[in-house]
């Protein structure tokens, strides 16, 4: 069973980092390119940053959570065998799925055909998975009990429902729709579902129970943790409403309830675990949660504010670049090794090295955004592009490190890393 979980969670994992290179980062980056050139975020096709952001939040994170969960399985202490199968089937569905989707809503080919099949093929992959955490129940029910595994279920519901959704939605755009993008105002609501409720509160599940262990903080307050997800909830249903500011409110205070939750900003209790990741792993957690709260900062002057998108589109990328990709990143490289088959991070400093990149172009990108949609200093457009090369560089790094680190045998077959190698040294 650990085997085939080992080998799995190595296949999202890579498919996930190919959506995370391609379709993903490098189409963002042309994306920002043109609208720099253009100096107008209409310019670009709609069709085009949706797949984008479709390769992102679904293609890249979405395979990652499918990959951890899958994983999770073996270690739920159920008599059922692992689903090898189901699991495979589920990789190769989603994988496919999330591929044609891209390639619709970017060439335009086929489009009415891709799109909805695409959405099929995500939903099916979905539910396979879905089934298999509902078999493969803990064999202590007290055990699923705790807050945080309570949360991490409770977003994966709302994964198969935001997947649901988009089903639903390509499907109609196949039949009523005049091109391969969703109409912007739902395409914002169906992000904001994906984001916050799944991604934001995956990370805030995982993070309590991973963060005491390897970064030394409190145990989380497992009851204000609940209450900022039901806040994100709340949330996530307003702005379906469209009830924007009141949106705006609850998602600040759903940030800020969960960083006290998990006491993110307090001294340490204990030590972090910092053999074979960078020695400021601490820190970049803590960077991240800045990013959260300056998101919800942004998103309440935009209610007021925005005119041009650039207020939106900076507190969007300070939420799923700054904080979910800054996760991503800073926990990633901690657990995935373990995940693919008791390996070790090839390189620390490349580590460090991707997370501070990754936050450089972040703030730039944040600050630029604003300003230059906005028509605050033209100057502004001239300088967006370089943001966009510097997260390149950062995602390329993480990819190559983790990629690096999937070539090199497993920890118990290198007698070396007892006397770890000048370049692999902490950052």
Not at 16 to 29: E, I, Q, S, Y
Not at 34 to 56: K, M, N, V
Not at 225 to 250: E, K, N
Request: net charge positive; hydrophobic share 55%; glycine share 8%.
């Amino acid at each position: 069973m650990e085997r085939h979980s080992q080998r799995l969670v190595t296949a999202f994992i890579v498919s996930g980092m190919l959506f995370m290179l391609l379709p993903g980062t490098f189409l963002g980056v042309w994306n920002l390119i043109g609208i720099s050139q253009q100096r107008t975020l209409s310019s670009l096709s709609a069709a085009w940053l949706q797949a984008h952001g479709q390769a992102q939040i679904f293609g890249w994170i979405g395979s990652f959570i499918l990959g951890i969960g899958f994983y999770s399985l073996t270690k739920m202490q159920s008599t059922l065998e692992f689903p090898v199968r189901a699991a495979w089937t589920s990789w190769i569905l989603w994988t496919v799925g999330i591929a044609m989707r891209w390639i619709g809503g970017v060439t335009g080919w086929q489009w009415r055909i891709l799109l909805p099949l695409a959405g099929a093929l995500q939903l099916i992959a979905c539910l396979l998975f879905y089934r298999a955490v509902r078999r493969h129940r803990p064999a202590n029910p007290a055990h699923s009990m705790e807050p945080w595994m309570r949360i991490v279920i409770a977003s994966t519901i709302a994964f198969l429902v935001a997947v649901t959704v988009n089903f639903f939605a390509m499907t109609h755009l196949a039949i009523y729709g005049t091109s391969p993008a969703l109409p912007h105002v739902f395409d914002l609501q169906l992000v904001v579902l994906a984001v916050w409720g799944v991604l934001v509160p995956t990370i805030w599940g995982f993070n309590a129970r991973w963060l005491p262990v390897f970064a030394g903080f409190q145990k989380p307050d497992g009851i204000r943790l609940m209450v900022a997800y039901g806040l994100s909830v709340t949330g996530v249903v307003a702005v379906f409403l469209q009830w924007l500011p009141i949106a705006a409110a609850v998602f600040l205070l759903a940030a800020l309830l969960s960083i006290h939750a998990l006491h993110v900003w307090q001294p340490a209790v204990q030590p972090a675990k910092l053999l074979h990741v960078a020695r400021t792993f601490p820190l970049f957690i803590r960077v991240a949660y800045v990013w959260l709260v300056v998101s919800c900062l942004l998103d309440a002057l935009a209610v007021r504010y925005d005119h041009a998108g650039g207020i939106w589109g900076a507190s969007r990328h300070a939420l799923t670049v700054g904080f979910i990709a800054g996760m991503v990143f800073v926990i990633g490289q901690r657990v995935l090794p373990a995940f693919c088959g008791m390996r070790i991070l090839w390189s620390t400093r490349l580590m460090f090295w991707s997370l501070l990149l990754l936050h450089i172009g972040c703030l730039l990108r944040v600050t630029l955004e604003p300003l230059a949609y906005e028509s605050y200093w033209n100057f502004a457009w001239k300088l967006l592009p370089f943001s966009a090369f510097v997260e390149l560089t950062a995602v390329a790094l993480f990819a190559v490190n983790i990629a690096a680190t999937l070539l090199h045998p497993p920890a118990h077959l290198r007698p070396e890393i007892h006397s770890p190698l000048p370049t692999r040294g902490a950052a």
